[in-house]
């Protein structure tokens, strides 16, 4: 199987797992969801394994260069998106505390935590990265 | 003093390398596609080293040269900006 044919097979693949989500969502069942999503992602991997396709390292600098801005423009967006919804509830002001306006501090909460969770697994995996790639600087 | 716009030192890198790829390929007479599966890369990777805009890693440069039989720097050659401060 070539390139060409796989990512053919790849695209009805994707289409089949979309109808089967979208029919899910229909009929409001999560068990068709879990199901297509599961089927399709095993489909993938033996397509993959049997295709034999190798990581382009053209493709791999895409892909590093696209999550570093990806990084770079979502961490701080949702950290100054998590203080702005904090801001008022800790501020002091009462109007964004009660009523249809409670869910700003939870979400604020939530996008805090995210932004926490984002830095830490940045931290982690950079942390790895570098012991991988040699700079523990432990030797001559 | 220094030039207030900045680039990247991989954007420097690619502009100051000049690549003899496509000369190389028409000498053993292989399409881009036919160059791309001997050496384990996409068509669209050696369409972006000929045209000088994806400078490949050592390993992919070592290969195109045992390949062609050749040197790397007889295929990639450099502008000698590096003593440029």
Redesign the interface.
């Known amino acids: 199987m070539d390139?060409k044919k796989y990512k053919q097979l790849r695209a009805i693949v994707t289409l089949f797992i979309g109808v089967i989500v979208a029919l899910a969502v229909v009929r409001n069942s999560y068990l068709l969801a879990m199901t297509g999503i599961s089927t399709g992602m095993i489909f993938m991997v033996l397509m993959r394994s049997k295709a034999k396709i190798?990581t382009?390292?053209?493709?791999s600098?895409i892909q590093e260069k696209a999550a570093r801005m990806t990084y770079a423009i979502f961490a701080p967006t949702i950290g100054i998106a998590a203080f702005l919804l904090l801001l008022p509830a800790k501020g002091g002001i009462d109007v964004f505390s009660k009523g249809e306006w409670l869910f700003t501090e939870s979400l604020g909460m939530v996008f805090a935590y995210l932004t926490l969770f984002l830095i830490a697994i940045y931290a982690i995996s950079y942390h790895f990265f570098n012991r991988k790639y040699g700079g523990d600087g432990n030797e001559e | 003093m220094p030039s207030p716009i900045i680039f990247s030192i991989e954007n420097m890198e690619v502009t100051a390398m000049k690549s003899k790829l496509k000369v190389f390929r028409a000498m053993h007479n292989l399409t881009q596609e036919q160059l791309a599966d001997k050496i384990?890369?996409?068509r669209?990777?050696v369409i972006?080293i000929e045209s000088d805009k994806?400078l490949?890693?050592l390993g992919?440069a070592f290969k195109m040269a045992r390949l062609f039989k050749v040197k790397v720097e007889d295929i990639f050659t450099h502008n000698g900006k590096e003593n440029e401060e």
């Open positions: 390139r190798r382009d390292e053209r493709e600098t | 384990g890369v996409s669209q990777t972006a994806y490949p890693s992919l």
